[in-house]
């Protein structure tokens, strides 16, 4: 058998003559001088609108286009439809290391009137910030399910990790029902490490229902595909997902197609994140790896490293260890527009600045009251000294907070998000913001924050996100 090329796109590997990718973006760090890689897309046959990346790509060590000086910033090979879409440069000077330059625009430029008048950008879903920091306004992303479709009767709601582990046996051992069913998440989940079976794990057992995240995380699990054919959290999607954030590992060592969120879809996807780390051997897509249907609003953050050190028990050689450790000692640092998430506008600095020399540990800390008194006309939260904390104690991760109480049926409700708070700062006041059709009344509530953290200097997504209860008090 010859030599596998290996390939790799920032958001998809590979867009078909009847895939559509709208409204989408990429922020992955590509860093496989051998892998033939793309910002965005690799392979394009379809349709491309309003989309852009901000992956970090490198040169093809052996290129098929004839030019090894230069590399892919938003797609390798394209005989679709690409349109108004780009990709992100640090500096201006910089584009012409790339064969689509004419694609790229420099950060520094990449500003809102831009976006609106050159693209037609639809600002209405996205952060009014320059594209290095754009995200996604959660409020307004939600992908309305049509009612129609099933009756409330019909929808399985998901609680817990056992009983989605237990649908997907279902689904991938050949039940119809089950495969076809309409599924909502009522609650995040964590699989705190485990491993998960992708969700139609082939293409005799595809995913052919409607699965509905209600903008609930399924964190902590780890994809391991050795020897299966395409491997995502949805291995074959023939059906519908939405409003899902995902946030995981993958390990896909001898997969054709390794992806985070779907190897192979032939449905819709509409209005979902991921946050991965990636490990794989050949053809890559860091969100989907073929889209044959279509996928929009939907965001991938992460970075993707190859199964070299998976491998390393393989090759003893001390040279090659020699440099690993090397390389592992001092890591290239990606860009620092890498980070997605704004700082909180709100933020002060703590009154102790004695932070000391930043250790090279991973270190992370927070503090929040255990009772937190909103005004109930309001619905603001203050105090004197701090409402959410991130102390210095030498951390080196920043993070972002979201509160979340629980509603009349047992649901836990997103009622507050901040921006990124550095470590040294605090927030002394904040304005709890529930659903639309949620009156919070005078009284006591429970509720919980969660901490997701980021590295300081590299904004990468790490450590395991932390929870911890409070409870809220409506004066």
């Known amino acids: 058998m010859g030599k596998r090329n290996r390939m790799e796109g920032g958001f998809a590997w590979l867009n078909s003559s009847e895939g559509r990718l709208e409204n989408c973006y990429a922020a992955v760090r590509i860093n496989k001088r051998k892998r033939e890689n793309a910002g965005f897309i690799y392979d394009n046959r379809g349709t491309v609108s309003h989309c852009f990346t901000r992956s970090r790509t490198s040169r ?32 201006e000077k910089h584009l012409k290391d790339y064969r689509d330059s004419a694609m790229g625009l420099a950060v520094k430029d990449a500003d809102c009137p831009l976006l609106q008048e050159r693209f037609d950008w639809d600002l209405s879903i996205f952060e009014e910030e320059n594209a290095a920091k754009m995200d996604f306004l959660s409020e307004n992303w939600h992908y309305e399910l049509p009612e129609q479709a099933a009756e409330m009767e019909n929808r399985t709601l998901i609680r817990t990790e056992k009983e989605l582990t237990d649908i997907i046996d279902s689904i991938n051992r050949g039940s119809q029902s089950a495969a076809c069913g309409w599924y909502e998440l009522a609650a995040d989940l964590n699989f705190h490490g485990r491993e998960l079976t992708p969700i139609g794990c082939d293409a005799v057992h595809p995913f052919e229902g409607v699965f509905d995240g209600n903008g609930h995380t399924i964190r902590g699990f780890v994809l391991k595909g050795k020897d299966r054919p395409a491997l995502g959290l949805f291995g074959y999607l023939k059906g519908t997902v939405a409003n899902l954030r995902t946030d995981g590992i993958v390990k896909g060592k001898n997969c054709r197609m390794a992806a985070s969120f779907c190897g192979i879809n032939e449905g819709e996807i509409h209005c979902c994140e991921a946050v991965f780390e990636i490990q794989a051997k050949y053809n890559t897509g860091m969100f989907a790896g073929e889209n044959h249907g279509l996928i929009e609003r939907c965001s991938i953050d992460g970075k993707s490293r190859g199964v070299f050190f998976a491998l390393l028990p393989l090759f003893p050689l001390l040279p090659l260890l020699a440099l690993t450790l090397l390389l592992a000692l001092n890591p290239p640092k990606p860009s620092p527009d890498y980070e997605p998430i704004p700082e909180d506008h709100s933020i002060v600095p703590n009154p102790e600045n004695n932070t000391g020399k930043r250790s090279n540990e991973n270190k992370a800390s927070y503090e929040v009251p255990k009772i937190l008194e909103a005004d109930a006309d309001t619905l603001t939260v203050s105090d004197k000294r701090y409402v959410i904390k991130n102390p210095n104690r030498k951390a080196n991760y920043d993070f972002v907070a979201v509160i979340t109480m629980t509603d009349s049926h047992g649901n836990p409700v997103e009622v507050y998000k901040s921006g990124r708070i550095p470590t040294g700062y605090h927030i002394t006041s904040l304005t709890l913001k529930p659903p639309k059709g949620i009156r919070l009344s005078k009284g006591s509530y429970d509720a919980q924050i969660a901490f997701a953290f980021y590295h300081k200097d590299t904004g990468e997504k790490g450590m395991v996100d932390s929870t911890v209860p409070i409870q809220i008090k409506i004066k």
């Open 60 to 91: 093809w060590k052996q290129n098929r286009h004839g030019d090894g000086k230069k590399k892919d910033g938003f797609c390798s090979f394209n005989s679709g439809t690409i349109h108004k879409s780009f990709f992100l440069e640090k500096k």
